[in-house]
């Protein structure tokens, strides 16, 4: 049972534009929503956060919007740039805890 | 800050042997997880630790795994015997508290043939 879901194993986007990248969960107990990015070759870093109390969370040229009744939130990217082609992990944890269950992650190709 | 600390970075064995993986977590960090991250998926939490003690060790296939983390820091993660399907990339995090984010470590991958 895939928990969270990130249904687009890839996405290519020039440099510049915006990059949109989508998460779905089930569990409607989960109210701490984290973004990772993954090098080849590394570990996951922290990207950005959201809890539930918001909906929307920004960090420089990054933006995590959160739509609890659609159960699903996304990752905007503005500007791309080459170095953020990376694998982006979707996690999400539940009660205060700190045990994040993860999507599949989605490779975003930045083209110059 | 020195981040989490993990080696090995490789470790290629035959089935049936044992392997073992090592890490040190960011100082101050009371909080230390291990994960598995199968090819194409993502991590799957196997143990949690709070300090000394395993709060959260319900994923950890403990036929075959074993774990410690003596005196609050370091700790190692134990496969024995490994299996075919043990082979994976095994990664190391860290945090200081709950709703912090998890600093993971270059994880170690291993092959089993």
């Known amino acids: 049972d895939q928990q969270v879901k990130q249904n687009s194993p890839s996405l290519s986007v020039q440099e510049g534009r915006i990059s949109i990248l989508n998460c779905d969960y089930t569990?409607?107990?989960?109210?701490?929503f984290l973004w990772y990015k993954k090098y080849p070759a590394e570990g996951p870093t922290f990207l950005i956060s959201?809890?539930?109390?918001?909906d929307k969370n920004e960090d420089g040229r990054f933006t995590v919007f959160l739509n609890k009744s659609a159960k699903h939130l996304s990752l905007h990217i503005v500007p791309s740039q080459p170095g953020d082609s990376a694998v982006y992990f979707c996690?999400?944890?539940?009660?205060?805890?700190?045990?994040?269950?993860f999507g599949t992650g989605t490779q975003l190709k930045v083209e110059l | 800050e020195a981040g989490v600390v993990q080696s090995p970075r490789y470790k290629i064995i035959e089935k049936k042997q044992p392997v073992a993986f090592w890490c040190n977590p960011i100082?101050?960090?009371?909080?230390l997880y291990w994960y598995r991250q199968n090819l194409g998926q993502g991590p799957e939490l196997l143990i949690r630790?709070?300090?000394?003690?395993?709060?959260?060790d319900s994923q950890l296939p403990k036929d075959r795994f074993s774990a410690e983390r003596l005196k609050g820091v370091d700790s190692t993660l134990k496969i024995q015997p490994a299996e075919l399907g043990d082979s994976a990339v095994y990664l190391c995090?860290?945090?200081?508290?709950?709703?912090?984010?998890?600093?993971f470590g270059n994880g170690t991958r291993l092959t089993v043939t």
């Open positions: 995090a860290s945090s200081w508290g709950n709703n912090s984010p998890l600093h």
């Open positions: 569990n409607s107990m989960f109210d701490y």
């Open positions: 959201i809890s539930s109390i918001k």
């Open positions: 996690a999400a944890s539940a009660g205060g805890g700190n045990k994040l269950t």
């Open positions: 100082s101050g960090h009371n909080t």
């Open positions: 630790y709070e300090n000394e003690e395993a709060v959260d």
